[in-house]
């Protein structure tokens, strides 16, 4: 029977998918693997048919299994030969002589295919070969799985009491994060740019604007949970040790918020917006979500996919940064012509991929695509326009009323040129400095407020609740290792006071 069914054809269709699942496993869910191992199945199942018509189930079978494992190596291969992963293969010499071999190579073996009578043992050690590959990726899948510690312990840890408020009006709130926008200081010392305009147009606007304002943690995946959970994380280190890499028990504490919780439990209406992250919008707790559909790929998943299937420059940007414009789009104008709830409070959330890469847009707002993230001159064009941007979906909250709550903050700095391994104090304000700017109406301005404390002052100054204040920490950690967190408060502290002298 194997020698007769092609089914290494699908097996390998998967097998890019399940290859960078194990590889992330620690921060990728498995539900984010089914549209895609869907899409993928779809395709080649598709082509097989066709093809199938032609030249027969087992010839094409072959074929479609070697093209696939070309573009496969092709697409992976380059990730290790290039300074840059979002390289074009066309780009580089390398690539090109990489693709020269693998297209001769495809063409030599769709000739032998084509011209050999028969086929049978070739199907079967192609199915075996299928096989044992596949079934090496489920056992590592496997394994990782039952030895990881159960997620739903640390819940326990980042819970907190939902205090139930008096008040009867109760504003809307927007929270807007903008993906790695760079701090004043950052965009100072490593763009020559002073952002200045920038503050005193928020300031106009009477927005409270943190001139040295830095994040908790130096990523998204630490950063953002952080802040709506109101929590640090310094128990999951205690418990799981600071060699894990199990990302995935933060994603249990995104999808069960403190921030939400305590909304919900006060008559909030939850809007979160897809703003091609992949985080918040995800969390059941909201009662609407924006700018998503059924068919979203995880943004990491469609990257890898786009990468290795397409290493085309056209292509990879149909598949990737036209699908970042869209949503991004989507999210202006959501929020710009956001309809509030005439009888319960909102509660609106957007995390935004901007002017996180790829850069899609100019200082003007044109389309341009640039994937190179180390383009310090597109980053700081896109933030140019992300400026413009935010003070129109300003505009438009502060014209519906001047009651509305408006967070404007980015999770982490610019962090391309960051030593991870080996990080100085300039390595530590790329990571850490980021935009804070807060519309609260009614309010005293504050000199600043740590990531970790915006909606614990949020839900006392407005609420009139009793959330204890947190110290601000700065706690540094790299990708690699997640949880071996190092405390440079202090370090940051030095800088800025001799910054000052």
Not at 315 to 343: G, H, T, Y
Not at 351 to 374: A, E, K, T
Not at 458 to 481: A, P, T, V
Request: hydrophobic residues 45%; proline residues 4%.
């Amino acid at each position: 029977m194997l020698s007769k069914l092609p089914i290494h054809t699908f097996l390998f269709s998967l097998f890019p998918l399940m290859f960078f699942f194990q590889f992330n496993i620690h921060e990728l869910l498995f539900e984010d693997l089914i549209f895609p191992f869907f899409l993928s199945v779809s395709i080649t199942f598709l082509s097989w048919i066709i093809l199938r018509k032609f030249i027969g189930g087992q010839r094409s079978g072959l074929i479609l299994s070697l093209v696939i494992m070309c573009f496969i190596n092709l697409g992976n291969i380059s990730v290790f030969i290039s300074d840059d992963p979002t390289e074009s293969l066309q780009s580089s010499a390398e690539g090109q002589i990489l693709g020269s071999i693998l297209l001769i190579i495809s063409v030599i073996g769709i000739i032998y295919f084509l011209k050999t009578k028969t086929l049978d043992d070739k199907t079967s050690i192609a199915n075996v070969i299928s096989m044992t590959m596949i079934g090496f990726l489920i056992f590592n899948i496997t394994t990782f799985s039952i030895t990881t510690a159960d997620d739903d312990s640390f819940l326990k840890f980042s819970d907190i009491p939902v205090q139930i408020s008096a008040v009867e009006n109760k504003p809307n709130i927007y929270f807007i994060i903008l993906d790695e926008y760079a701090g004043f200081i950052q965009l100072k010392n490593d763009f020559n740019f002073d952002n200045s305009n920038f503050r005193i147009d928020l300031e106009k606007r009477d927005f409270f604007v943190a001139k040295e304002s830095f994040s908790n943690y130096p990523n998204t995946s630490l950063s953002v949970p952080s802040i709506i959970n109101m929590i640090y994380f310094d128990f999951i280190p205690d418990n799981l040790g600071k060699d894990s890499k199990n990302i995935k028990v933060v994603e249990k504490m995104i999808n069960e918020n403190n921030v939400m919780k305590i909304l919900q439990a006060n008559g909030y209406k939850i809007t979160t917006l897809d703003g091609v992250v992949g985080r918040i919008p995800n969390t059941y707790l909201a009662d609407i979500t924006l700018c998503s559909s059924i068919f979203d790929i995880n943004p990491d998943i469609r990257k890898n996919f786009a990468l290795v299937y397409v290493p085309i420059v056209g292509l990879q940007e149909l598949v990737f940064s036209e699908v970042i414009r869209s949503k991004l789009e989507c999210s202006f104008s959501a929020l710009i012509d956001f309809n509030e709830d005439p009888k319960n409070p909102d509660f609106v959330v957007a995390h935004l991929r901007f002017p996180h890469s790829p850069y899609i847009y100019d200082s003007f707002g044109n389309s341009i695509s640039i994937n190179d993230i180390g383009d310090k001159n597109a980053y700081l064009e896109q933030l140019k326009f992300v400026n413009k941007k935010t003070l129109e979906i300003i505009d438009s909250i502060q014209e519906r009323s001047s009651e509305n709550i408006i967070i404007i903050i980015s999770d982490h700095g610019y962090r391309y040129y960051i030593n991870w391994e080996n990080p100085t104090v300039d390595d530590y304000i790329r990571g850490f400095n980021n935009l804070a700017a807060y519309y609260l109406p009614g309010e005293e301005k504050h000199e600043t407020i740590a990531l970790v404390n915006i909606f614990r002052t949020i839900f006392n100054s407005y609420l009139e609740m009793n959330y204890e204040i947190l110290d601000d920490r700065q706690i540094w950690y790299s990708m690699e290792k997640p949880f071996d967190h190092t405390d440079v408060t202090d370090l940051i502290a030095d800088y800025l006071k001799n910054s000052h002298n």
